[in-house]
């Protein structure tokens, strides 16, 4: 697999280069939270089971570093916050897609999914 | 997303268990080393840029609970050990084919690939 540097890191392969943007507990579950169009801030908590505020807020702030996220501020009373999924984000949901279903195979497999 | 146990762990999503299998920094580029069939220690080792020996035994006892891999030894002067995926591993590579086309794709994105 091919070997690069990417903002003075060094990845082994691109599989790894995929997983620095996807990868994770909590990144799949908000890139498919999004996949509807722009969400609010607090629509998008209430969405993902279990994801504190604080973790919530890093792993935006980490998808918006990476450009997979973009987030606009309206100037409202009180101010609106929206999160939307860039176009390279939804590039994702075919291998989310496929991770699911490879999720679902395994745990048939081993009886705790119907 | 379903949630489910599995050993008394809870996964939020059929994701977070395929990742469980497949995730990390190396399992994907052993499962992709054995692609090809059984292979020796020795060989795997040495296909694998960077892994060290403590990381490629601990990964390979871990893919080998979760029955991604199984380990034969030959009784021979010295003994041979080979490694081989097990179908349910096999499963795994249309996941790492697409996982890798994205990686390339986000790369070449930002200018770090050809």
């Not at 507990?25 to 505020?53: C, E, F, N």
């Amino acid at each position: 697999m091919k070997e690069f540097l990417h903002q003075q890191r060094h990845y082994y392969s691109p599989v790894e280069f995929a997983m620095a943007h996807i990868g994770g507990t909590w990144k799949m579950p908000i890139l498919l939270a999004l996949r509807q169009g722009p969400v609010r801030y607090g629509i998008l908590k209430s969405s993902i089971p279990h994801i504190s505020d604080k973790m919530l807020i890093t792993q935006l702030r980490e998808l918006e570093e990476k450009k997979m996220v973009t987030r606009h501020t309206y100037i409202e009373k009180p101010p609106r916050v929206e999160y939307q999924l860039t176009s390279r984000a939804e590039k994702a949901f075919p291998v989310i897609d496929l991770l699911a279903e490879y999720g679902c195979f395994l745990a048939r497999e081993e009886g705790c999914l119907q």
